[in-house]
């Protein structure tokens, strides 16, 4: 791997936006608020009605890039920045996420120079999955030892906040734009099936608000992890893979039943 400067590798964050005027501004000023001197902002608006636009406009010369037009889903979106982005670190955020204070760029430094030196793509910390009052519901995101026999059969680390070098998609290509919810994971399944990620430990990098898409569309969100599991040569359905549908329909039709 080659960083753009020596000292401070250049971070593209990507931020994927529609009618979210209420939370962007908290997630702009999350990193524009970050101690670290080298990093950009692209902005990927579905076509926002709400506001969103007036945000995006009043931060423009804080943004590398920003555009507004209807988009065909998530991917679409990620893809397009990456034709804009110039970071040796890339991470995607949604609207309703932030950065968890202002060193969390800072923090990875080091991190990002281990995995130059042992040629790794992917770096995580921990997500901390709140509430909409911001309160910590919980930690997401332990260490790679930990979990990297659960990557053949699902998600086993935060994408929100994760760091992919450049090289990762000049490798392995863009997102997989017929999903729409595990292509996150399908693009990580390029690499990991045979490659390593490195876990930043004690760094929390984002809050993560609960009730985004793969939470609110969960069964066909397991559906696409069996669908990019089988594309990549694993048998669609492992008892991994069970265990964690069955929690999920249970969790699912709980919440219904004790829900006024």
Same mark, same amino acid.
Request: glycine fraction near 6%.
């Given at each position: 791997m080659? #960083?753009?400067?020596d =000292? %401070? ?9 529609? /009618?979210k ?5 908290r997630?702009?000023?999350s990193?524009?608020g970050?101690r670290?001197?080298? %990093? !950009?902002?692209?902005?990927? +608006?579905?076509g926002s009605? @709400? &506001?969103?636009?007036?945000i995006? =406009?009043t931060y423009?010369? =804080?943004?590398?890039h920003?555009?507004s037009e209807k988009? /065909?889903g998530?991917?679409?979106a ?5 034709g804009?982005s110039?970071? +040796? ?6 609207? @309703? ?7 969390? #760029? ?9 995995a130059? =030196?042992? +040629?790794?793509?992917?770096?995580? &910390?921990?997500a901390?999955r709140?509430?909409g009052?911001?309160?910590l519901?919980k930690?997401m995101g332990?260490?790679w030892?930990?979990?990297r026999w ?5 998600m ?6 994760l760091? $992919?070098?450049?090289?990762?998609f000049q490798i392995? &290509?863009? %997102?997989d734009e017929? %999903?729409?919810?595990a292509g996150?994971?399908?693009l990580?399944l390029r !690499?990991?099936?045979? &490659?390593?990620a ?11 608000e609960?009730g985004g898409?793969? !939470?609110s569309? #969960?069964?066909?969100s397991?559906?696409e992890i069996?669908?990019?599991r089988?594309? $990549?040569g694993?048998h ?17 039709? #709980?919440h219904?039943?004790i829900?006024p």
């Open positions: 080659v #960083f753009s400067q =000292k %401070f590798p250049l971070i593209t964050t990507v931020i994927a936006v529609l /009618n005027s209420k939370t962007l501004e997630c702009l000023k990193i524009l970050q670290y001197p080298s %990093f !950009e902002i692209i902005v990927m +608006d579905g009605t @709400d &506001g969103t636009v007036d995006l =406009k423009t010369k =804080k943004i590398a920003w555009e988009d /065909n998530i991917y679409h990620w893809n397009k920045a990456l804009y110039r970071g +040796d670190w890339i991470c995607f955020l949604g609207a @309703d996420d932030y950065l968890w204070n202002n060193r969390v #760029f800072e923090e990875l430094l080091p991190y990002f120079i281990r130059g =030196k042992s +040629d790794i793509k992917i770096v995580y &910390g921990q901390a709140v509430d009052k911001n309160r519901i930690l332990k260490p030892e930990n979990i659960l990557v053949p059969h699902g086993p680390l935060p994408h929100t906040g760091m $992919h070098h450049r090289s990762l392995h &290509g863009v %997102f017929t %999903f729409q919810i996150d994971y399908e990580l !690499e990991l099936k045979t &490659g390593r490195l876990f930043a430990e004690g760094i929390i990098t984002v809050g993560w609960s898409i793969s !939470e569309s #969960f069964l066909y397991h559906k069996a669908r990019a089988k594309k $990549h694993f669609a359905f492992s008892w991994v893979w069970l265990a964690v549908h069955a929690k999920g329909v249970l969790r699912y039709y #709980f219904r039943l829900r």
